[in-house]
């Protein structure tokens, strides 16, 4: 959302996003699997970070996936040279024609598609489904795929890679394989963001990480991902509440001190779940269930429900004078990470990113 460079301040949250990390993130994925090239999944607008601000900021990454054409056409201006996937494929005769002038790569899952690229002439990539029941060709295609000529990747996608120790990626990882014994000369590709990090035996030809680019979990052993995204929300008033009093929609929080109550300028339009409301599990066992905001790295607990442009935060255990109007809650930060709001608020790091929205000041580094 453009703001007038001669009216500074306007905005209610900021979010900065580290480029150099995500560079340096990807760097890290890299050489967790030093025999593989490792590609970078920047779909549904790089997580919600920006495809445009990013894509031009992984120099060394050759390769970049997804989801829709459209996603496609709007990274090719970007990254001239690099070869993108399309994850969904063609699903048209036009589209397949619309892509194959972008020199777009499809991810083809069906025969419909097949047929429909093939008239193209141009290279593509084969899919199967391993056990996901989601996207690409069964297991018993792939005998019969096997002669299809152009080809230039087969894939597949793992399930539950962020459970190291589930059966099914053994599972998955032996269908694979005989899926590769019909295609000796093709490079693979099955490592997510999670298989990254699995042993060795799943990282194939190409690896396609995409949340942990953008610093967020891709299970337990995950290492050296550093953090992407810092939100902090405006102050806009500091009140006080006395014991006995609600607080916010349906009076749902009964305040049962005399308090000191923050009112941030962000709410679910800005991609802060009101789910985050009292819902998700304590960081630590001394703190409150729901959402938290920090200053000066001192955690203050959400109360009341999340409104659409305002939530309200208790500071009466913070510093007299260090919450003040005007001042800024950390949402996303050192303190509160990307991981601690997703578990709060009952999802996952990837809904966080890509519901964040466009009203956030935002700035790249």
Known sequence: MPFPAEIPDLEGTRLVIDRSAIRRNWQTLRDCAPGSECAAVVKADAYGLGLSEIGPHLPECRIFFVATPQEGLALRPTRPDATIYVLSGPWSAAVATAMAEAKLRPVINTHEQLKRWSETGQPFALHFDTGMNRLGFSIEDAGRLAGSSGPDLVLSH??????????????????????????????????????????????YDLTRPGIALYGGSAGPRMTGIERVVELTARVIQVRQARRGEHVSYDHTHRLTRDSRLAVAAIGYADGYFRSGSGSGVPLRDALPDGAMAAIDGVAAPLIGRTTMDLSIFDVTDLPPGCCKEGDWLEIIGTTISLEDIARRTGTIGYEVLTALGQRHRRSYI
């Open 158 to 203: 793992l399930a539950c890679a962020d459970e190291p120790d589930h059966a099914a990626n053994t599972e998955q990882r032996k269908r694979f394989n005989a899926v590769r014994e019909h295609f000796e000369d093709v490079p693979l590709s099955l490592a997510n963001s999670a298989g990254v990090f699995l042993d060795s035996d799943y990282h």
